[in-house]
């Protein structure tokens, strides 16, 4: 084990309740890691601007770079020293200076649907409500029902389900980690197939962020690394990248590790759902950003450039 040196290490945070959740776990794994007591780690919640914009799809407010921006200043700043994160909700580019550069072991990845006096999304009748913000998620359900009338539905988890509570939608899609995490897995009436409803990459790992060249924090956090999962995201988050000139285009990707060996499913799909290419690719998982990028460039090449700015 290595020695680490004395001081109370600060984990930066988003404040919602399952970002801290997150962090939460994060401080338990490595005071378990290293024999330290609670004392030796401080979760710092910190307020951003994709928390404070409510009133639209953060595709418009300017995307995912949204939810991290005042937490990477407060890592740079040396407010902080690690940053915990929903790895699905990082962009893939991060600021010089800063990496993602280690993953706990991933929650299942899938998608789970809470229904209102129903069980399975298949039960809703005709015409059906379902609530969903992330385009993703709006795209799928359009694919697999092109009767129903997806609603927009921001906020928290527990926002969301008191919308529903209300009678807003019928139905709605979550991350089956986020709920687990929150002690919520209890509201899930189904969970939805990993090759209907492909998750977004990233989904159901908690990925932390660090400053580069950090050595004393490295030396920390290589004692919680889950090497598989920071393979799977290696492969997602390269597909993604490649991919990602606008967050306009619903994308999903997931990678499965097991044995050294690699297998990724990636998906773009047309927001109204009517249009999808899909691909899947295996490998080494030494091979894991290769693969990644492999895959986008086969689903680009079946797209075509058109279809990336369709949608805009
Ligand atoms: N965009 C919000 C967000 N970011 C991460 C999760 C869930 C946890 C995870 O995927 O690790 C959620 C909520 C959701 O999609 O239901």
Redesign the pocket.
Known sequence: MQTLKIGTRKIGTRGSP?ALA?AHETRVRLMKAHGLPEQAFEVVPISTSGDRIQDRPLSEAGGKGL?TKEIEEALLDGRIDIAVH????MPTVLPDGLELSTFLP??D?R??FIGKGVKRIADLPHGAKVGSS?LR?QALIRRMRPDFEVVMFRG??QT?LRKLDEGIAEGT???????K?LGLEGVITDLMPLEDFP??P?????GIETRVGDSDIENMLAAIHHAPTGQALACERAFLAALDGSCRTPIAGHAKVSGGKLSFAGLIISPDGTEWHDVRLEGKAADAAEIGADAARTVRARAGEKFFDGWL
Do not use: H, M, T
């Not at 899609?173 to 709920?179: P, Q, R, S, V």
């Not at 990233?202 to 908690?206: C, E, F, L, S, V």
């Open positions: 399952l997150q939810f929903s790895s699905k909700d991933r929650e990845a998608d789970a992330s998620r928290n988890v969301r899609i979550l991350a089956y980690a986020g709920l995490r998750p977004a990233g989904q159901g790992a908690i």
